[in-house]
């Protein structure tokens, strides 16, 4: 038969230090991060429109545009997000030599 043995450890509720649960400070909550670059380039290994739920992230295509959408939550300064992106083989003859992009934090 096995017998599972386990540590348990007393503390006092009036001594609790929760300080180190959260040792980076938040620097902002609720944090999305959207990116939008040339419909000529396309977003790698992200899903596509309505594939995250109702949070309000997400891939969106447009003539326009491609817009990823990110949900970030809580953001501290040891918060990393990075973005892969890839030439759109069908869009390729629309490519500009520079291409502009533009990163919303809100």
Do not use: W
């Not at 992200?46 to 491609?66: A, W």
């Not at 490519?95 to 919303?104: A, D």
């Amino acid at each position: 038969m096995y017998q599972q043995r386990r540590n348990v450890d007393l503390v006092d509720p009036d001594n609790l230090d929760f300080s180190n649960l959260v040792s980076d400070a938040s620097l902002a909550t609720n944090c999305v991060v959207t990116l939008l670059m040339h419909p000529a380039l396309r977003f790698v290994n992200e899903e596509h429109e309505g594939d995250k739920g109702g949070s309000g992230g997400g891939l969106v295509q447009s003539p326009y545009c491609t817009k990823l959408i990110r949900d970030v939550g809580n953001a501290s300064t040891a918060t990393q997000l990075t973005f892969e992106f890839a030439v759109n083989k069908e869009k390729k003859s629309t490519l500009p030599e520079s291409v502009p992009f533009q990163v919303q934090v809100l």
